[in-house]
């Protein structure tokens, strides 16, 4: 730890809350440099973010904060801020994330609340505010499984694989872009979303990197999430409980059925990524605790692309050439029952 470091935290929390009488404690750490702090003051509660600027820019996050902030969205608060030093006062949401309250029972409730809030952020004009979600960004995202995970297996592609590869990605690229372009979270899930004390609204974290895509994304990053598997039929009646929710605006010549294909589609866009992303995680960084969640991914993949003429090509290959040696490597997911 550094102490430096520290004595800069210290006399900065003493000048911005104008007292000496404090208490820090310091968070266990996740993937990034960033620290946080709990801080007691006078029986109130603040979290401290501790990113030294040489190492991350707090600026994108500050931005989306404010503007999320000041459109009703429920991010946390920031009381205080000094960016050359890398330091933000926050309002403190407490512990209890989403996913530690969600089962078969409480979950129709959270999630019809998560919908509505999805609803209200998709409404906010942020254009202006925020990057696309490009057609080359959704690509590399793609690039990442072949960049990572064919090594991964030993898997090699002849020239016609791969071209049909990228066929299959720009297919999906752009069924992501016909759809409704709105404010992207691009991590809504139940590890991102915190229940307030006292309050009906799920605070919201880890928004740092939204984006201006498609109105599909966040739904599908949380009802498949990548972390936890629901019955398809429930997966199915909450995709119609957020279709009925939206403007009609989003629903001209737009079905519900045209709409299960869209989240369908953008689903698996992301699970493509996300297995690319958690072979990188471990290969490159050496983080092994999202392995064990590779082969839930695969199964998502491989059961919503079965639907898609457009994507059999694709399938086939995961079949036939990756999962031979996936399973091998990483396990095998046996799916819940309805």
């Given at each position: 730890?550094?102490?430096?470091?520290?004595?800069?935290?210290?006399?900065?929390?003493?000048?911005?809350?104008?007292?000496?009488?404090?208490?820090?404690?310091?968070?266990?750490?996740?993937?990034?440099?960033?620290?946080?702090?709990?801080?007691?003051?006078?029986?109130?509660?603040?979290?401290?973010?501790?990113?030294?600027?040489?190492?991350?820019?707090?600026?994108?996050?500050?931005?989306?904060?404010?503007?999320?902030?000041?459109?009703?969205?429920?991010?946390?608060h920031i009381h205080a801020k000094d960016l050359e030093q890398g330091f933000?006062?926050?309002?403190?949401?407490?512990?209890?994330?989403?996913?530690?309250?969600?089962?078969?029972?409480?979950?129709?409730?959270?999630?019809?609340?998560?919908?509505?809030?999805?609803?209200?952020?998709?409404?906010?004009?942020?254009?202006?505010?925020?990057?696309?979600?490009?057609?080359?960004?959704?690509?590399?995202?793609?690039?990442?499984?072949?960049?990572?995970?064919?090594?991964?297996?030993?898997?090699?592609?002849?020239?016609?694989?791969?071209?049909?590869?990228?066929?299959?990605?720009?297919?999906?690229?752009?069924?992501?872009?016909?759809?409704?372009?709105?404010?992207?979270?691009?991590?809504?899930?139940?590890?991102?979303?915190?229940?307030?004390?006292?309050?009906?609204?799920?605070?919201?974290?880890?928004?740092?990197?939204?984006?201006?895509?498609?109105?599909?994304?966040?739904?599908?990053?949380?009802?498949?999430?990548?972390?936890?598997?629901?019955?398809?039929?429930?997966?199915?009646?909450?995709?119609?409980?957020?279709?009925?929710?939206?403007?009609?605006?989003?629903?001209?010549?737009?079905?519900?059925?045209?709409?299960?294909?869209?989240?369908?589609?953008?689903?698996?866009?992301?699970?493509?990524?996300?297995l690319g992303i958690f072979v990188r995680l471990f290969e490159r960084d050496?983080?092994?605790?999202?392995?064990?969640?590779?082969?839930?991914?695969?199964?998502?993949?491989?059961?919503?692309?079965?639907?898609?003429?457009?994507?059999?090509?694709?399938?086939?290959?995961?079949?036939q050439r990756l999962m031979p040696a996936f399973t091998k490597k990483y396990?095998?997911?046996?799916?819940?029952?309805?």
């Open positions: 730890m550094n102490t430096q470091r520290e004595q800069l935290i210290q006399q900065w929390v003493a000048t911005v809350l104008k007292t000496e009488q404090f208490d820090i404690q310091f968070l266990a750490g996740d993937a990034s440099f960033r620290r946080y702090a709990r801080i007691n003051s006078n029986n109130k509660v603040f979290m401290l973010m501790d990113a030294p600027p040489e190492k991350e820019d707090c600026h994108p996050f500050v931005n989306i904060d404010e503007f999320f902030d000041q459109n009703g969205v429920r991010v946390p933000l006062l926050l309002e403190d949401f407490g512990d209890v994330l989403l996913s530690t309250l969600i089962d078969q029972h409480t979950v129709d409730a959270y999630y019809q609340q998560c919908f509505k809030q999805l609803v209200q952020l998709q409404s906010i004009p942020a254009q202006e505010v925020l990057p696309a979600y490009s057609y080359e960004k959704l690509m590399s995202e793609m690039q990442l499984l072949v960049d990572w995970m064919l090594p991964a297996l030993n898997v090699e592609t002849t020239t016609e694989e791969a071209g049909m590869i990228q066929d299959s990605f720009a297919f999906l690229a752009q069924a992501a872009l016909a759809q409704p372009q709105v404010i992207v979270h691009r991590d809504f899930h139940s590890r991102n979303l915190m229940k307030i004390a006292n309050e009906d609204v799920l605070g919201v974290i880890d928004f740092q990197d939204a984006v201006i895509g498609a109105d599909t994304y966040d739904l599908i990053s949380l009802t498949r999430d990548a972390y936890v598997q629901w019955p398809v039929e429930r997966v199915t009646a909450w995709f119609q409980a957020f279709y009925d929710l939206l403007p009609a605006t989003a629903k001209q010549q737009r079905s519900f059925e045209q709409f299960k294909r869209d989240a369908d589609l953008m689903a698996i866009q992301r699970h493509i990524k996300i050496g983080k092994s605790g999202y392995l064990k969640d590779l082969p839930r991914v695969m199964w998502y993949l491989r059961t919503e692309a079965q639907p898609y003429a457009e994507l059999q090509a694709l399938l086939d290959f995961v079949e396990g095998h997911f046996e799916a819940v029952a309805a």
